[in-house]
T-cell receptor
Framework: DQQVKQNSPSLSVQEGRISILNCDYTNSMFDYFLWYKKYPAEGPTFLISISSIKDKNEDGRFTVFLNKSAKHLSLHIVPSQPGDSAVYFC???????????FGTGTSLTVIP | EAGVAQSPRYKIIEKRQSVAFWCNPISGHATLYWYQQILGQGPKLLIQ????????DSQLPKDRFSAERLKGVDSTLKIQPAKLEDSAVYLC???????????FGDGTRLSIL
């Protein structure tokens, strides 16, 4: 049972524009969410996180939004750069628990 | 700081053979994870260690997979015997404490013929 879903396998965006990557989850007990970025032949790299007590967290060009009622989070990248081209995974966990559940990933291509 | 080290990077074996992967986490990280990532899917947790004790191995196929972290530092994951469906990238990750963002190694890509 896939508890974290990324329904868009791929996304293409022009350089300088906004990239919006979406993630939905089914387990209402999740209260900590993360985004990872993965380049080919490398392991995922932590990008940004948000806990359920917030609805927004910002770090430079990256902002994560959390809508708990909709069980939905999104990652905004503004402005998008060619180096942002990678696969992005969202992950969720219960802070008190141990396991992170990952989505299937969205491949972002930023076109110069 | 040095990252999570994994070896080998690639491994090709025939079904029913055995294989082992090695992981050295970031120094001082007490929590170590092994994930399986099948093509087109997200990483799936196989086993989590806290120091040298197992915290969660509920998704580890124990009839063929085993893992150990004897001295609470590096870890080995073994598959014996391998099946075709074990073809995947095996990722090791570590964190200082459970629940915080994990640092991943570059993984071992396993192909079963």
């Amino acid at each position: 049972d896939q508890q974290v879903k990324q329904n868009s396998p791929s996304l293409s965006v022009q350089e300088g524009r906004i990239s919006i990557l979406n993630c939905d989850y089914t387990n209402s007990m999740f209260d900590y969410f993360l985004w990872y970025k993965k380049y080919p032949a490398e392991g995922p790299t932590f990008l940004i996180s948000i806990s359920s007590i917030k609805d927004k967290n910002e770090d430079g060009r990256f902002t994560v939004f959390l809508n708990k009622s909709a069980k939905h989070l999104s990652l905004h990248i503004v402005p998008s750069q060619p180096g942002d081209s990678a696969v992005y995974f969202c992950a969720a966990s219960v802070i008190a628990g141990n396991q992170f559940y990952f989505g299937t990933g969205t491949s972002l291509t930023v076109i110069p | 700081e040095a990252g999570v080290a994994q070896s080998p990077r690639y491994k090709i074996i025939e079904k029913r053979q055995s294989v082992a992967f090695w992981c050295n986490p970031i120094s001082g990280h007490a929590t170590l994870y092994w994930y399986q990532q099948i093509l087109g899917q997200g990483p799936k947790l196989l086993i989590q260690f806290q120091n040298n004790g197992v915290v969660d191995d509920s998704q580890l196929p124990k009839d063929r997979f085993s893992a150990e972290r004897l001295k609470g530092v590096d870890s080995t994951l073994k598959i014996q015997p391998a099946k075709l469906e074990d073809s995947a990238v095996y990722l090791c990750a570590s964190s200082q404490v459970p629940g915080e963002p994990q640092h991943f190694g570059d993984g071992t890509r396993l192909s079963i013929l």
